[in-house]
């Protein structure tokens, strides 16, 4: 499996490709259109959103009018027709105030209809699709082999080292769940949507 990660503003995206289908994960801010699609240079077989935040799912229309099949969780699949997620919750002092403060007053996107709706496991051209909920009620994890991409479930953000768990979640207590679900799994690397990857030996939750 080659992994390819860009970077989208503050966001990574990853395109994979495994069973000779390219599989892109996550589409990063709607305000990114031109340049997210400068750097897409294969045709994207699959898109999967790991939640339907803006910095996430803001370009999959644009995927999706090339023809690319969207894949979304159960639980998201409204927000992401609707081109709108609420606000995720501040977690700690740091996210509670970056909320408060934040100039951001719109979290939406253009709308998409997904083309594959998953609830708890899902392989993907042999890639699995698991969900692990807590920063958003919808969000999910792609696994291959010990590898998991895992979107906002954790964040390795330099300016904070003593902790990888996210600053913002819908419940802090179901994303610790879900990092110990995928540890149970056998996952050995986490790449997140922020920040470089992490392996379990250095995860701090």
């Known amino acids: 499996m080659k992994i390819n990660r860009i970077r989208i503003l503050f966001t990574n995206i990853f395109i994979i490709n495994s069973k000779g289908k390219n599989i892109l994960i996550d589409t990063g801010y709607p305000i990114t259109k031109e340049h997210f699609l400068k750097k ?12 339907t935040h803006f910095d996430h799912s803001g370009n999959a229309i644009y995927l999706k009018e090339r023809g690319s099949l969207i894949v979304v969780h159960e639980n998201e699949k409204d927000w992401l027709l609707n081109g709108s997620t609420p606000p995720p919750p501040g977690v700690g002092t740091i996210g509670k105030n970056i909320m408060r403060f934040s100039f951001l007053k719109s979290f939406d996107f253009p709308p998409v209809e997904p083309d594959i709706v998953i609830s708890d496991y899902r392989e993907i051209a042999g890639l699995l699709v698991v969900h692990t909920p807590g920063h958003t009620p919808g969000s999910i994890s792609v696994i291959y082999e010990d590898v998991a991409f895992c979107g906002d479930l954790i964040m390795n953000l330099s300016w904070r080292p003593s902790s990888h768990l996210p600053i913002f979640a819908h419940d802090i207590k179901k994303v610790k769940e879900s990092i110990k679900k995928l540890i149970d799994m056998g996952v050995g690397t986490f790449y997140p949507a922020h920040g470089r990857p992490v392996s379990v030996e250095r995860l701090k939750i």
């Open 40 to 51: 897409i240079k294969y045709d994207i077989d699959f898109v999967i959103l790991t939640h």
